[in-house]
């Protein structure tokens, strides 16, 4: 095998599920043509818990509202969509560059959530050895949370988006 083959690595070693992680970081998917619902001002970390609220309560009604009502289940899709979007809105803040902006889409049994800021050359790149309690794993916990993920570049934007189920997972 050669380093080009997605069943190696460099180093000659098996690539691992990490490894076809950060691999997915690196390939540019435009996002998914879904028009807005809900557009956010991203415009500091402090904010970010008034984002949370208001995005808490568009996933709970968007799901209220495709008649899925029971408390248990709105508060883990909820719950574990908030992780993802949170790693999204703070990594644009973090990483980015403003303007940086959150917009939440409805598609279908799915909302495709995009945070866009102005750092085009400064693409989301997963942690590499880096010892625990460094941070830098958000990139891993949106990967194994969402349907699909993705970073697209468009002039003086960059788009990291993810799809994330409204209903749970079931378990295999």
Known sequence: MTSDDPGSRVD????????????????????P??????????????????????????LTASLQADGVLAEDEVDEVVGSSILVIDE????ALRHGAPPATL??????????????DAARD????????????????GLYVIADLTSAHGVEVD????????????HRRLSS
């Open 122 to 137: 400064v693409l989301p790149t997963p942690a590499v050895d880096r010892p625990a309690g460094q941070g830098g794993y």
């Open 155 to 166: 002039g003086d934007r960059k788009r990291v988006w993810a799809l994330l189920p409204k």
């Open 103 to 116: 917009d939440l889409r409805e598609a279908g049994d799915h909302w495709v959530v995009v945070a866009t």
């Open 12 to 31: 000659g070693q098996p690539a691992t599920a990490l490894d076809a992680v950060r691999a997915s970081w690196r390939e540019v998917h435009p996002v």
């Open 33 to 58: 043509g879904v028009v807005p619902t809900e557009v956010l001002e991203l415009t500091s970390l402090r904010q970010l818990g008034s984002v949370r609220r208001q995005v808490r309560a568009f």
């Open 88 to 91: 999204l809105a703070s990594n």
